[in-house]
């Protein structure tokens, strides 16, 4: 029963840090969009 239990909260761990890489991602995304695009146009001239 512990190893079960020790497994759901390895589980548990992994999901709540993959959500928080994907929150803080798009956080990063809709930040930097900002500025991403007219630093491609500035490169691209």
């Not at 803080?24 to 691209?44: C, K, L, W």
């Amino acid at each position: 029963m512990k190893r079960v239990r020790l497994v759901l909260f390895l589980i548990f761990w992994l999901i709540l840090g993959l959500a928080v890489t994907a929150i803080n991602s798009h956080g990063h995304d809709t930040a930097g969009g900002d500025h991403q695009p007219a630093a491609a146009e500035v490169s691209r001239h």
